[in-house]
């Protein structure tokens, strides 16, 4: 195993340590329990966005806390749901009188830890609404969830309601935004290599030097079929294919494509996917109106792609536009 690493042990924290010296324009740190907040929460009259899961998907999902995007982000350790005392204390820093929203993505433990602590926040006067992300088309059940996995709408959905919530939209308008926006999107991913979980030295499945995996989740989670690798071409159709045809995806849709790196892809490669995809959607008269092209959900250093459509309307199209500004994602503003 070869990392940048002090202690398997420390690396949550000290990753936390390096955001706090990074962006202390855009975000405050607290430890034990340890989450992430925008600098200037709780800002009142507004909703809060509040979302969480393991580490090791960065920037997911500390990296999108700030204007315009999400208040506050609970790292749990790698690959391992953050715990209910993490989320109520991020709740309540981020509460600023208009109620806050939970974003949660569709593995077993992030949910009943998000529901738990939403419990307790109401319990203590909090309105709290939550969303839960299923946009994974690749399996129904998974070792992690039941019923489909939330991988990339998740990103979207942060952005997307981050924009309304600086509308200053009130919290069930927030809530239903978030419904529409998983459920008018699409995801599937695939693997090239496996990743290394530090605590545990080694691989975390097999994959042979001329293999890869369709449909893998990002905490390595099996897929669909395990092949011999194929061209860039035939991958992305591998993995369009189902994308459009699950919503299903219609001609004279507009849509977002989200093209992203597992974490060890470079853009290059990034690139082409995102031009085969281009092809394959015009192709069945779908047009591509906005994309995000990058690593912002990942899985460690793993080498692979995912790829997300999102049907866009007037509405989601302006508030995907609007400005955003996090250590991960920032513009117009």
């Known amino acids: 195993?070869?990392?940048?690493?002090?202690?398997?042990?420390?690396?949550?924290?000290?990753?936390?340590?390096?955001?706090?010296?990074?962006?202390?324009?855009?975000?405050?740190?607290?430890?034990?329990p340890n989450y992430i907040i925008r600098a200037d929460a709780p800002v009142k009259g507004k909703v809060a966005t509040v979302s969480g899961g393991g580490s090791g998907h960065e920037p997911m999902h500390g990296g999108f806390v700030g204007f315009g995007m999400l208040d506050a982000a609970c790292p749990g350790a790698v690959f391992t749901s953050p715990t209910p005392d993490q989320m109520l204390e991020a709740t309540k820093a981020v509460n600023g009188g208009a109620g806050v929203l939970h974003i949660v993505k569709n593995y077993t433990g992030d949910i009943l830890n998000f529901e738990m602590a939403a419990d307790l926040a109401r319990s203590e006067g909090i309105e709290v609404e939550a969303v839960v992300t299923n946009d994974d088309v690749a399996v129904q059940d998974s070792l992690y969830t039941a019923g489909r996995r939330g991988v990339g709408v998740t990103v979207l959905?942060?952005?997307?309601?981050?924009?309304?919530?600086?509308?200053?939209?009130?919290?069930?308008?927030?809530?239903?935004?978030?419904?529409?926006?998983?459920?008018?999107?699409?995801?599937?991913?695939?693997?090239?290599?496996?990743?290394?979980?530090?605590?545990?030295?080694?691989?975390?499945?097999?994959?042979?030097?001329?293999?890869m995996e369709i449909g893998i989740g990002i905490?390595?989670?099996?897929?669909?079929?395990?092949?011999?690798?194929?061209?860039?071409?035939?991958?992305?159709?591998?993995?369009?294919?189902?994308?459009?045809?699950?919503?299903?995806?219609?001609?004279?849709?507009?849509?977002?494509?989200?093209?992203?790196?597992m974490g060890g892809t470079p853009l290059i490669e990034l690139y082409v996917v995102y031009n085969e995809l281009v092809?394959?959607?015009?192709?069945?008269?779908?047009?591509?109106?906005?994309?995000?092209?990058?690593?912002?959900?990942?899985?460690?250093?793993?080498?692979?792609?995912?790829?997300?459509?999102?049907?866009?309307?007037?509405?989601?199209?302006?508030?995907?536009?609007?400005?955003?500004?996090?250590?991960?994602?920032?513009?117009?503003?």
């Open 219 to 261: 905490h390595g989670e099996p897929g669909r079929t395990r092949m011999k690798l194929k061209t860039a071409a035939e991958i992305v159709a591998l993995l369009a294919q189902p994308v459009l045809d699950d919503l299903p995806f219609k001609t004279g849709d507009q849509v977002l494509a989200f093209v992203n790196g």
């Open 279 to 333: 092809k394959i959607c015009a192709g069945r008269g779908v047009k591509i109106t906005r994309n995000l092209i990058g690593s912002y959900i990942t899985s460690l250093e793993m080498a692979g792609t995912s790829i997300t459509l999102l049907r866009l309307d007037d509405d989601l199209t302006k508030l995907w536009d609007a400005p955003v500004k996090t250590p991960g994602l920032r513009w117009g503003a």
């Open 1 to 32: 195993m070869k990392k940048l690493i002090n202690k398997a042990e420390d690396l949550v924290k000290e990753e936390l340590q390096g955001i706090a010296a990074a962006h202390p324009d855009l975000v405050k740190v607290h430890y034990d």
């Open 157 to 211: 959905a942060e952005k997307l309601c981050g924009a309304a919530a600086e509308e200053r939209r009130p919290l069930k308008a927030v809530a239903d935004l978030a419904r529409k926006v998983n459920a008018h999107g699409r995801s599937m991913g695939m693997a090239l290599t496996s990743c290394i979980v530090p605590a545990a030295g080694k691989p975390t499945f097999d994959l042979g030097d001329d293999e």
